[in-house]
């Protein structure tokens, strides 16, 4: 094969990464014993800071863009994987130390590759990507390490309207919880409810100054945003609640105490999305094959080409984009 083809590479101008869709050819991609054909990808908020070069991501330059990719094995050296083969990849240091999803062919390492699951479509797969798979990590963690039941009361959901948030949404409203969405577009709380959501606050309610022992609310908590936010949820979080922090769009600093965890038993759990183990994933994807309403997913997904990404990238980091959006690499 001697294809030239289209990718999203970042590459350093002057002091700063700038990104730009650059023709590569199979002889520059890395040297990894899996070639797959990219049918499509996903936007994701740090795709967005790697674009948009508002954070340094890309830890090594140059850089091929995106987190995720759906695609089909057109080459393999490994035993694991056969030429037809569909995969999905999230995560593994893509786009941070891996050439990563914004190219129509990229090279992989076999035990980065997930089977797609055989209940989604390519673009279903992307449209849930890492966001949608760190939804259901959160989902999993609360029920299987936090012992929440529907029983046990109000689940929280911050940064709802973003692409975490709207899957988590509608993942626990599927499960019966009733789901507390917080967002601070108004433009959202019709698109929330009908994903499930039984009530939507303001994000304002949440990012007030900190008291750390506060009215007992919630059973359970999946946090995208950080900061302040994330403790006031943790200060709420009722006797033997959890609380899983996934995102830091708020900020990385945790202004809190310790009171809520001693007083309270409320346990505070991180959710790593990039190097999950197989096992972790492979639960993951079977949730969101079992809950996540095909219907739900629609209203969630906008499909956009790689041209489009400059302008998605600074959208997303605005706080513009509402659900998730897949991006169309090649055509099958």
């Given amino acids: 094969m001697n294809e030239r083809f289209h990718a999203m590479l970042i590459e350093k101008v002057g002091e700063k990464p700038h990104a730009r869709l650059a023709e590569l050819s199979l002889d520059d991609l890395p040297d990894h014993d899996v070639l797959v054909q990219i049918t499509c990808s996903s936007l994701n908020y740090k795709d967005g800071l790697a674009i948009s070069g508002r954070s340094a991501i890309a830890r090594k330059l140059p850089m091929v863009a995106g987190i995720d990719l759906a695609g089909i094995v057109v ?17 593994w240091g893509l786009s941070e130390t891996e050439w990563g ?26 449209a849930i990507g890492t966001a949608g798979y760190t939804a259901a990590l959160c989902v999993n963690a609360l029920e299987e390490r936090g012992g929440l039941t529907p029983q046990k009361g109000e689940v ?41 959501a039984s009530a939507v606050i303001d994000r304002a309610e949440l990012s007030g100054s900190v008291r750390p022992l506060q009215k007992e609310r919630w059973a359970g908590v999946i946090d995208t945003v950080g ?65 996540l309403d095909r219907g739900a997913l629609a209203k969630i997904m906008s499909v956009h080409a790689m041209e489009e990404l400059a302008t998605l990238a600074d959208q997303i980091v605005a706080g513009e984009i509402r659900g998730r959006v897949v991006i169309q690499i090649t055509q099958e």
């Fill in 156 to 196: 929280l959901v911050t940064g709802a309207g973003g692409g975490v948030g709207s899957v988590a949404v509608s993942l626990l409203a599927a499960k019966g919880y009733s789901v507390v969405a917080s967002t601070g577009r108004a433009s959202t709380h019709e698109y929330l409810a009908e994903l499930g």
């Fill in 227 to 291: 900061s302040t936010t994330l403790a006031n949820a943790i200060a709420q979080t009722i006797y033997g609640g959890t609380v899983t922090a996934c995102g830091l769009a708020g900020g990385p600093d945790l202004p809190a105490t310790v009171f809520p965890h001693i007083l309270r038993s409320v346990a505070l759990l991180g959710i790593d999305s990039v190097y999950a183990p197989h096992t972790l994933r492979d639960r993951a994807w079977a949730t969101l094959d079992m809950y």
């Fill in 75 to 91: 080459e393999s050296r490994s035993p694991e994987w056969q030429t037809g083969d569909r995969a999905i990849v999230n995560g």
């Fill in 101 to 126: 999803g914004y190219s129509q062919f990229q090279r992989l390492k076999p035990e980065w590759l997930t089977r797609q699951p055989g209940g989604f479509t390519p673009h279903e797969a992307m």
